[in-house]
């Protein structure tokens, strides 16, 4: 199937620019995954696929067709909303075979269409029901096998998951990631859920203000994140930053102290050396830090132990106050409590450096796992 490629997009609201020379493209068979926080403009660029806005100014393809100047019927697209917009009084048959009947397909090839989609989103059994009749993720399912059916170049999302409880949530990720394998048409997924999009995405943009801060795949986003921001979206409990400056650097390595007293941390060589003194920031995932000090393991100054918290298989430890703060996230039981103090460590590869514009000091590329 073909992907999707936006050039050179320019679109306002009144006289409020939102996207302004926008490029994105979608390879054939890709999940692409649009996250950022509210008003980023994600679901716009989803609306503008689908030809529910227009853009000001640029293109949009899907395959080789220029599709911007073509209404929404004519796209190849099919869009599936937060809201499943089922009718009520039609049965689940009946909802998937709508879009079929009103483009004139004969009844053998609407049935044929259904029934296959429903085997293959696991709703045989629940063809004659209606929507009241359904529970919320089978109501999904059926707003995706309406999609389905409709045979599309191009699938869009829009937050299709965000009415459901987190069970529900957890369970419909996995059957997204499944149905994609099995039809592995090129597809747009728009979600404000960082977990969601590191689970789904064989590549997120990550949007911030109309701009794509981020386009990676879901390991590099997090193990190299591009910006301070793009550090601070993903993660749970979120990333660890410390405040600091650059002692020295050069190709030998990089000695970085921190605002902590007498913390000074000794790092891998940049690919452009900073002048001494230039603030920076330090960052470093909960996971990635250790009470084992193993050798080659980067030392952070002893701290004492403000709060554990158990969540059975894990627990968080909280270490230091203010600027000097830690979240450290510990397989198994700590056993530590409140009041203890503890010096932890953590390998050179997973200590980030960034700048004062927030975006990140260059390393050399990521190993490969």
């Known amino acids: 199937m073909p992907g999707a490629t936006l050039s050179r997009i320019d679109k306002s609201f009144g006289t409020v620019p939102l996207f302004q020379d926008f490029d994105l493209s979608v390879g054939d068979g890709e999940f692409v995954v649009l996250v950022g926080p509210s008003g980023c403009g994600k679901s716009t660029l989803l609306r503008l696929i689908a030809g529910l806005e227009n853009p000001d100014r640029g293109e949009i393809r ?20 937060q809201s499943y917009a089922l009718y009520p009084q039609m049965t689940v048959a009946q909802n998937i075979a709508f879009p079929l009947r009103m483009a004139g397909w004969s ?196 701290r004492r132990v403000k709060y554990v918290e158990w969540y059975g298989g894990e627990c968080q430890v909280g270490l230091g106050q203010g600027t000097d703060a830690l979240i450290w996230r510990a397989i198994g039981k700590a056993g530590l409590v409140p009041g203890d103090t503890i010096a932890l460590h953590a390998a050179p590869g997973d200590i980030q450096l960034f700048g004062a514009d927030g975006r990140a000091l260059e390393r050399p590329p990521l190993p490969i796992l």
């Open 107 to 302: 009844r053998s090839a609407v049935d044929a269409s259904v029934t296959q989609a429903c085997e293959l989103l696991g709703l045989a059994d629940l063809m004659d029901r209606r929507p009241a009749e359904l529970s919320g993720g089978q109501r999904q399912r059926v707003a995706i096998g309406r999609a389905i059916v409709r045979e599309p170049d191009l699938f869009l999302f829009d937050e299709p998951l965000s009415n459901l409880d987190a069970n529900l949530r957890a369970q419909m990720r996995r059957e997204f990631a499944e149905l994609h394998a099995r039809l592995r048409a090129p597809t747009v997924y728009v979600t404000h859920d960082q977990a969601e999009a590191m689970a789904l995405a064989d590549r997120i943009v990550l949007m911030r203000e109309g701009k794509i801060e981020q386009d990676a795949t879901p390991e590099e986003i997090y193990r190299r994140p591009a910006s301070l921001f793009a550090a601070r979206f993903f993660g749970q409990p979120p990333i660890n930053t410390l405040p600091g400056h650059i002692v020295h650097a050069d190709e030998r390595g990089t000695q970085v102290a921190t605002a902590h007293s007498g913390e000074s941390l000794f790092l891998p060589p940049l690919r452009c050396a900073p002048p001494d003194g230039q603030e920076v920031v330090v960052a470093v995932r909960p996971e990635a830090l250790s009470a084992v000090a193993d050798e080659g393991r980067i030392a952070f100054a002893s």
């Open 62 to 81: 899907i395959g080789s067709r220029r599709v911007d100047r073509l209404p929404p019927g004519e796209r190849g697209v099919a869009m599936v909303f």
